[in-house]
Nanobody, 122 residues
Framework: VQLQAYGGGLVQAGDSLRLSCAASGRTFTNWVMGWFRQAPGKEREFVARITWNWGTAYYADSVKGRFTISRDSAKNMVYLQMNSLKFEDTAVYYC????????????????WGQGTLVTVSS
């Protein structure tokens, strides 16, 4: 499994940005795709996840109502639309894939992309 995340950049608070994740190497039927982030000096944290089959999404409270995760099964792509960005959203964002959820946290995800940096200026 290969995951390639891109789309990060420098934006101002209140702006929007869309991250993309190109997934390849297998079919992802029944898998769960997630976005995590890690800010400088902080631990990696969950942002959002989506089931490949049904597109059921789940969000961290900190991004609920501002971020939207989606997937395009035909293109093997996962997206994270980020609106109303805040300074505290500054982090490296990682795309990840899990065969199934057991722990409900990053331990479920055995495949990770390289990360893309999002910097939000206040």
């Amino acid at each position: 499994v290969q995951l390639q995340a891109y789309g990060g950049g420098l934006v101002q608070a209140g702006d929007s940005l869309r991250l993309s994740c190109a997934a390849s190497g297998r079919t992802f039927t029944n898998w769960v795709m997630g976005w995590f982030r890690q800010a400088p000096g902080k631990e990696r944290e969950f942002v959002a996840r989506i089931t490949w089959n049904w597109g059921t999404a789940y969000y961290a409270d900190s991004v609920k109502g501002r971020f939207t995760i989606s997937r395009d099964s035909a293109k093997n792509m996962v997206y994270l639309q980020m609106n109303s960005l805040k300074f505290e959203d500054t982090a490296v964002y990682y795309c990840a894939a899990a065969r199934r959820l057991h722990y409900g946290d990053s331990r479920d995800y055995g495949n990770w992309g390289q990360g893309t940096l999002v910097t939000v200026s206040s």
